[in-house]
């Protein structure tokens, strides 16, 4: 199963000799196998952030990846249930091995945050897939958007951690939605919601017109701007661990943290946003 989650050789070992000898019950959560879902055992635990290291237990974390990975099997029967291809089915679960390489680099040891944990039940669920480049995840309408009624199909666009929005695989990955949800997994979904830190419109205006970020952006139309302001913008840029310490690892990977270091030196905080594509109705007729 590690295979379908997207880990190498190397990994693989390293997980196994990492898999504790007994079955681990430190894990916040357990796996509803009937409604694919991760539930958590009691209902009022605290859920920790990886944003804290404060809060973050080894051994807690260690379950969450092993549950989530041991259960791994039955969301791939699920889809394939559904007559999912192969390559969309192992191109979703890859988030797993993505979000367990993020946890490696932030506390240098094998574990999934319980934060990770709920995102990944979406995917468990089957309502989000990877189709190319970006994730497509099946909800309903949550904010107010003339024309349509709160409550519509949508489908929500997430970037996958660590990935650079090329214009043309990012047109390929809309095409592949459009496909996707026509013939394979029909869902008349009314319109694509991009709800994001990288919709920040201060932020935006410290690119350049060539920035890949401000093309994709340009894709939607915006329907609101969240005034809150966090650090989620450092955390997604530079890493967690940069986030909690204000310690940013030198020479810079990305033009993107050359720009970002003097407002991230300076703890200037960001906003969000939320863009909207409205899908034309005609390609369900």
């Given at each position: 199963m590690y295979q379908y989650a997207g880990f190498n050789a190397e990994e693989i070992v390293e997980l196994e000799r990492e898999r504790p000898a007994k079955k681990l019950n430190e894990s916040l959560f357990s796996f509803n196998n009937e409604h694919m879902q991760f539930e958590l055992i009691d209902a009022f635990a605290p859920v920790a952030s990886t944003d804290s290291v404060n809060t973050v237990d080894i051994l807690q974390n260690k379950?969450?990846?092993f549950l989530v990975i041991d259960?791994?099997?039955?969301?791939?029967r699920n889809m394939q249930t559904k007559n999912i291809p192969e390559d969309i089915i192992r191109a979703t679960f890859s988030d797993i091995s993505c979000w367990y390489r993020y946890?490696?680099?932030?506390?240098?040891y094998c574990g999934l945050s319980p934060r990770i944990v709920e995102w990944l039940s979406i995917h468990f669920e089957g309502k989000l897939y990877q189709l190319g480049l970006l994730q497509f995840e099946i909800a309903s309408l949550y904010l107010e958007v003339e024309g349509l009624l709160i409550g519509a199909?949508?489908?929500?666009?997430?970037?996958?951690?660590?990935?650079?929005?090329?214009?043309?695989?990012?047109?390929?990955?809309?095409?592949q939605a459009e496909s996707f949800f026509m013939d394979i997994l029909?869902?008349?979904?009314?319109?694509?919601?991009?709800?994001?830190?990288?919709?920040?419109?201060?932020?935006?205006?410290?690119l350049p017109e060539s920035s890949n970020i401000?093309?994709?952006?340009?894709?939607?139309?915006?329907?609101?701007?969240?005034?809150?302001?966090?650090?989620?913008?450092?955390?997604?840029?530079?890493?967690?661990?940069?986030?909690?310490?204000?310690?940013?690892d030198r020479p810079f990977r990305t033009s993107l943290q050359k720009t970002m270091y003097p407002f991230f030196k300076e703890n200037i905080l960001f906003g969000s946003g939320v863009g909207i594509i409205l899908n034309d109705p005609q390609n369900y007729s």
């Open positions: 379950a969450h990846f259960n791994l099997p039955y969301a791939i946890h490696k680099r932030e506390f240098d199909p949508i489908l929500k666009v997430d970037i996958p951690e660590g990935r650079t929005l090329l214009s043309d695989l990012c047109d390929q990955s809309f095409q029909p869902y008349k979904f009314q319109a694509y919601i991009f709800d994001s830190w990288v919709y920040d419109q201060d932020f935006l205006q410290l401000r093309k994709f952006v340009k894709r939607f139309s915006p329907v609101r701007q969240n005034l809150e302001k966090n650090d989620e913008i450092y955390q997604r840029i530079f890493g967690g661990r940069a986030a909690r310490t204000g310690i940013v």
